[in-house]
């Protein structure tokens, strides 16, 4: 038998935290031969709450669960912990300036980088969901330097499944023969959803996405600025915003960098640039990547067209502007 993965939620009386939490419980981030103990931070205002999910989770009596820890001790929720989802942070609220919001997500970010440095397994994989995702990962990176670069990420999945849901809509076909979209760039709304190399599997092979959807025009407009608002679209008719989604995607986002993505497809997933697709390195972006035995490797020779390169250089550039904000937040 396996022994367990520990696996944090940091946030996890939050929406999100209440949707993932028995996601992870049932397997469908580790697989279903692999049990867990759940770590679950949140802050004080919410640890009853915070309990209230713990007695839910034994009530489920997951037979993968083979411990929770519940608390609002940041170097407790931490200690050996093998997988670290970021979820908690400070929300935007009415009429705060953008610098007031980083700035209080850059000093969670720094403290938790800190203890995830202290107390967590030497090779711990960190998956940040909480915005601004890419820069809160960044900024976790800059204050961690013995966790590997490659171990911290940021969530992109969510958008990356969001394209493969439109094009599966518009084409009617399932959303699993849909394949290799890609998310450019930062968690937000300058995101490229990129389908120039998408195919989907048709009862005569595969085809590219661009030859199904006769409408170019809308994959050019219509269809970017429906994923790049999708989030303020499930707001405006929820009230809430995306949470089952939001889980469901980290969990895909884990599970592919722990288990690998299939032969033949690849992922988004928001990763310290290289260099790559002449994104300037010290930059968390979104790439394509590809993972195998728990390493993501991005997708390189991909073509970019003209179109395409100012939309990559757009996003990029949102990112240098907003790494620049969380430094002058710093100290
Ligand atoms: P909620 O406000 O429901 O939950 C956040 C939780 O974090 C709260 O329980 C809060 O008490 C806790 N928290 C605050 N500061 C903390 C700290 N220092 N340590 C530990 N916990 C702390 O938000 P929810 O809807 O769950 O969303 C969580 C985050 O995900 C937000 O930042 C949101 O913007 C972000 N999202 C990111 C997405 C992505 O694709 N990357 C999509 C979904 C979501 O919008």
Same mark, same amino acid.
């Given at each position: 038998a396996k022994d367990p993965v520990r696996v944090l939620v940091t946030g996890a009386a939050g929406q999100i935290g209440y949707a993932i939490v028995p996601m992870i419980a049932r397997g469908a981030m580790l697989g279903p031969d692999q049990p867990v103990i759940l770590h679950m931070l949140d802050i004080e205002p919410a640890a009853e709450s915070l309990n209230g999910v713990k007695m839910e989770l034994i009530d489920a009596a997951f037979p993968l669960l083979r411990g929770v820890v519940a608390t609002t001790d940041v170097q407790e929720a931490c200690t050996g912990v093998n997988i670290a989802v970021m979820v908690g942070g400070f929300p935007r609220k009415e009429g705060m300036e953008r610098k007031d919001v980083m700035s209080k997500n850059v000093s969670i970010y720094k403290a938790q980088a800190s203890a995830l440095e202290k107390n967590a397994a030497a090779d711990v994989k960190v998956l940040v969901v909480a915005n601004p995702a890419n820069t809160n990962a960044l900024i976790l990176k800059e204050f961690a330097l013995s966790i590997p670069q490659k171990n911290i990420t940021c969530l992109t999945r969510l958008d990356h499944n969001r394209t493969l849901g439109q094009i599966s809509e518009k084409l009617n076909v399932h959303v699993g023969d849909v394949k290799n979209v890609v998310i450019w760039g930062n968690h937000s709304s300058t995101q490229y959803p990129d389908v120039n190399h998408a195919t989907v599997t048709t009862s005569s092979g595969e085809k590219p996405v661009r030859e199904l959807v006769a409408n170019g025009q809308w994959l050019n407009k219509e269809f970017i600025t429906t994923v790049q608002q999708r989030g303020a679209a499930i707001i405006k008719a929820r009230k809430l915003s995306s949470a089952l989604s939001a889980a469901s995607a980290a969990c895909d986002h884990i599970r592919d960098w722990v288990l690998g993505t299939p032969k033949g497809s690849w992922v988004s997933m928001g990763v310290y640039s290289? %260099?790559?697709? %002449?994104i300037q390195p010290g930059l968390v972006y979104s790439f394509p990547v590809t993972c195998e035995k728990g390493q993501w490797s991005i997708v390189q020779g991909l073509k970019i067209d003209k179109f395409s390169r100012g939309k990559l250089d757009a996003t990029a550039q949102e990112l240098i502007e907003e790494k620049s904000l969380a430094y002058s937040c710093l100290n």
């Open positions: 290289d %260099g790559s697709y %002449g």
